[in-house]
């Protein structure tokens, strides 16, 4: 289920068919009820009621235990479970003991899909009702110990993991909403630095426009010399402000790292990621574009790889045109190799390439692999590389 994601619905038809595969892989043990109609005795209309009644059973429980913790109404859920303990009440009672086990399904699927304030009381609830129908049943006390534990144990070990499951679905809201407010408490402070830069400039604009005004009909040489002086201002704003949003829009590796990590993890991907680099003499044209490259690729590889496991690399290296920082970024995802390349690594291209580095990215065996190379200087040695 790792390629799932915890507490995440399925995003893709691969992600789709693991979870049918997981929760389909436990219905192996109503190999009883199907041996039963097979090598039963039963009549061709009993055993075809039994089909239909099997067949009703589990598609009713694939459905309740697939969309657990979607949050349907608790009385929706205990309506269902009500069909599922029906149902097998009465299979049970007219095909015999070998269909008592359904009752452990109805009991996982009360763990599952139930907080634990009401699962504790159905799960119970189920259990007794499994023991009265066993009591009932011909030879159904000999199934009863068989039964009557994985019920109690199955039930209560899927309420830790529906808590677990629900814990996993906070925490992921948890930091989708800390980026939100991240990102407002940076719009805010831009804003803020923007009126700090362009209040007094405009306010000394706005007068200086009054006085020319003023001076324009009697003193036409102090008119131009205020028009210049308004002309010099507004040119220095205009430097102050692209420098302001240039700092802003200029991204660290060290920040690009870890929101890697925050973002691989939350799409539910393995990310081996190196330790803190050390970027010493690492010119800042250099790190902003492999920044910018790292952002690009982990981006990719959660929006459309399909990916288990992303490895991202980070080395110095000595080549014949002088030290190199190589980025690698790797995943196995069937997604990322098809078609050509798109905006976002053309632009990846132009924004090494100004910076005097070189953008390479294509298929492999098992995925996708990106590497970019930047100028780099100092000692040449490792600057980190994935565990």
């Not at 789709?16 to 009883?32: C, H, Q, S």
């Not at 066993?134 to 006390?141: E, F, I, M, S």
Request: glycine share 12%; net charge positive.
């Amino acid at each position: 289920m790792s390629s799932v994601g915890m507490g995440q619905r399925p995003r893709n038809r691969r992600q789709r068919v693991v979870k049918f595969l997981w929760i389909g892989i436990w219905l192996a043990y109503l190999g009883a009820p199907v041996d039963d109609l097979l090598h039963g005795g039963h009549g061709d209309g009993v055993v075809v009621l039994g089909w239909i009644g099997l067949a009703a059973f589990v598609a009713w429980y694939f459905a309740l235990v697939s969309r657990a913790g979607r949050g349907e109404h608790n009385a929706v859920v205990l309506g269902s479970l009500a069909v599922l303990a029906a149902q097998s009440t009465v299979l049970s009672l007219t095909l015999g003991r070998q269909w008592l086990v359904l009752y452990v399904y109805v009991a996982i699927a009360s763990g599952a899909a139930l907080p634990f304030r009401l699962a504790r009381w159905t799960i119970p609830a189920v259990s007794a009702l499994l023991t009265g129908a066993a009591l009932v049943v011909p030879g159904g006390t000999s199934f009863l110990t068989g039964l009557l534990f994985p019920a109690l144990l199955g039930g209560f070990s899927m309420t830790g993991v529906r808590e677990l499951i629900r814990t996993t679905t906070e925490l992921r809201e948890a930091r989708a909403t800390v980026a939100r407010l991240a990102a407002n408490e940076e719009r805010l402070r831009l804003a803020r630095d923007l009126h700090d830069l362009l209040g007094h400039s405009l306010s000394l604009i706005t007068l200086k426009s009054e006085l020319a005004g003023r001076m324009l009909p009697g003193h036409p040489d102090k008119a131009a010399q205020q028009v210049a002086d308004i002309e010099q201002v507004s040119r220095q704003a205009l430097v102050d402000v692209r420098a302001a949003v240039a700092g802003y829009r200029r991204p660290r590796l060290l920040e690009e790292l870890a929101g890697a990590q925050v973002a691989l993890t939350a799409a539910g991907i393995t990310a081996e990621l190196p330790a803190e680099p050390d970027l010493t003499g690492v010119p800042e044209d250099s790190e902003t574009a492999l920044a910018w490259a790292l952002r690009e690729a982990v981006t990719n590889v959660v929006r459309h790889s399909g990916a288990r496991r992303c490895t991202v690399e980070l080395l110095r290296r000595r080549t014949l045109d002088g030290p190199l920082v190589e980025l690698a970024v790797e995943d196995d995802g069937p997604g990322g190799a098809g078609g050509g390349p798109g905006n976002g690594l053309t632009g990846l291209t132009e924004r090494l390439t100004q910076a005097g580095g070189t953008l390479e990215a294509g298929g492999t065996r098992h995925g996708f692999r990106l590497i970019a190379r930047a100028p780099a200087t100092g000692v040449p040695a490792d600057v980190g590389s994935g565990a």
